[in-house]
């Protein structure tokens, strides 16, 4: 019964989606009770970019007539769903949080912006983040920090950070995300919501901005694993636009949910949980893991000697990252979109634009990205780190050999406070100790709530399966969700 007290912004998407197919609520006022609270809250938060309020209104009351008519309807209709700014949205600004895309508006729609138009979700606006989501903490967006809605002192984690204190924060129902080295799962342990990292390959990449090519996911966060399921599920699926994606049915993932543990083993790997890990961090997770245990799951200590390793995995993910983005950005340079400074001289045109354009940490990545990638240093650098990321991958599938999933932190502490990192980047490239050889090596992870800091901060579980096995973090997620006290 309390579902029904609370404002429609702040239901879930499988509550509203009854209510709106009955005729017990409309699109148009869960739509406008979404922008009510980004009115009331936003300047606070800072979760969004670019607010799409006629369109959005628009298609809601396009969704009430046709429920008037008895039309059919997509599985997520009148639901809002907001979007990272790094997805291109026909019409619709999209930045990437950074100066040199300020004024780009794309011609097209990302598949997977198609795919929600398509379910008739109502699309809110677009997401703060790192700007080219490069960062931790979202505070490298030209457009400022998003806040944490726990404490707005704080980080959100990134870079998704918008999308997931939006959430967080009831100013949408949904959002989607995209995570390159962790940056679906960080935001989502640090601002207390569920996220998901699909395996490569799971999400079509057309019309995501490329970070890192050979990294990058696009995938949901929610407020609960449910609503998480049901996202994926529209996003998912094999793309012509994108050679990378695979060909693969998609399961009915919230059909999964309540299959329950019973029989899976659940491997710990030790090198998680080493020197460094806040131990209120360790005992909310090991809680999450007993949840596990009491449904019947079999736990096991594993052991990732390279993937656990960060001399490894961190210094692997940030030369291969930075090579993919120095290549990938080289496309900004005030011809063909974005800012233009203008110069009678074409490299000076060139320089000038990508100066003013890019922001400080922008430019450190494509500097250590050329460097990697120059003659001289590949084979010492990018090849290495590639023959790495191999030994990461061998760790894992050794792993699933005789685990159905791994549980981990998602970071060492709960979310830290706006500008304790920001002047120092490795420390800032260790909060992805424990995110980013899940990139390397291509698997799902999710990100899900277990337990709350003696600062009254979330805490986030991390669970990570086989290629293509998203269904079984779904459904022990919700085992976890199910056995918490709300
Ligand atoms: N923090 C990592 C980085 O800065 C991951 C970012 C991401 O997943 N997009 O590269």
């Known amino acids: 019964m309390a579902g029904f007290m609370r404002r429609l912004n702040e239901r879930s998407a499988h509550e509203l989606i009854g209510g709106i197919k009955a005729g017990e609520i409309t699109a148009r006022q869960v739509t406008e009770a979404v922008f009510e609270r980004i009115q009331e809250?936003?300047?606070?938060?800072?979760?969004?970019?670019?607010?799409?309020?006629?369109?959005?209104?628009?298609?809601?009351?396009?969704?009430?007539?046709?429920?008037?008519?008895?039309?059919?309807l997509g599985c997520l209709a009148g639901i809002p769903v907001a979007l990272k700014d790094l997805l291109c949205t026909r019409g619709l600004r999209t930045t990437c949080a950074s100066r040199i895309l300020d004024t780009f508006i794309p011609p097209y729609d990302a598949t997977a912006v198609a795919r929600l138009r398509q379910s008739d979700a109502i699309l809110i606006g677009k997401l703060n983040m790192d700007e080219f989501a490069m960062g931790s903490s979202n505070e490298n967006s030209a457009y400022g920090p998003a806040r944490n809605p726990h404490d707005p002192e704080r980080v959100t984690g990134g870079s998704s950070g918008g999308s997931a204190a939006a959430v967080a924060a009831g100013e949408t129902v949904l959002a989607i995300g995209s995570d390159t080295g962790g940056s679906i799962r960080l935001p989502a342990s640090f601002c207390g919501v569920v996220g998901l990292k699909p395996t490569y390959g799971r999400v079509s990449r057309y019309g995501l901005i490329a970070y890192a090519s050979s990294l990058d996911q696009i995938g949901p966060l929610a407020r609960n694993v449910r609503d998480t399921a049901l996202l994926l599920h529209v996003i998912a699926g094999h793309d012509p636009r994108d050679s990378t994606s695979a060909d693969l049915p998609v399961p009915d993932y919230a059909a999964s949910l309540e299959t329950g543990v019973e029989g899976l083993t659940v491997g710990i790997p030790g090198e998680f949980f080493a020197a460094g890990l806040d131990p209120e961090v360790r005992e909310a997770v090991m809680r999450g893991v007993g949840l596990l245990e009491n449904a019947g799951a079999r736990i096991q200590e594993v052991s990732l000697p390279v993937a656990g390793h960060p001399a490894y995995a961190i210094a692997s993910y940030y030369i291969i990252a930075t090579g993919e983005a120095s290549s990938n950005l080289a496309r900004y340079d005030g011809v063909k979109y974005g800012l233009r400074v203008e110069s009678d001289d074409l490299i000076d045109m060139y320089c000038k634009t990508r100066s003013r354009g890019f922001g400080a940490e922008v430019k450190r990545r494509i500097m250590l990205g050329t460097y990697v990638l120059s003659a001289g240093y590949y084979d010492a650098y990018y090849l290495k780190a590639q023959r790495v990321r191999t030994l990461i991958k061998a760790d894992f599938d050794r792993a699933f050999e005789t685990c159905d999933l791994l549980a981990a932190p998602v970071s060492p502490t709960p979310a830290f406070k706006i500008g304790e990192k920001i002047d120092d980047p490795?420390?800032?490239?260790?909060?992805?100790?424990?995110?980013?050889?899940?990139?390397?090596?291509?698997?799902?992870?999710?990100?899900?709530?277990?337990?709350?800091?003696?600062?009254?901060?979330?805490?986030?579980?991390q669970l990570l399966g086989r290629a293509f096995e998203e269904q079984t973090l779904l459904r022990a997620g919700y085992v976890v969700e199910q056995g918490q006290v709300p």
């Open 41 to 72: 809250h936003d300047s606070n938060i800072n979760a969004y970019i670019t607010l799409n309020e006629p369109g959005a209104l628009q298609k809601a009351d396009e969704i009430d007539r046709r429920i008037a008519a008895g039309k059919p």
């Open 426 to 461: 490795l420390q800032m490239y260790l909060s992805d100790i424990y995110t980013v050889s899940v990139n390397l090596a291509g698997i799902p992870g999710l990100s899900l709530p277990c337990g709350t800091s003696s600062d009254g901060l979330p805490i986030g579980l």
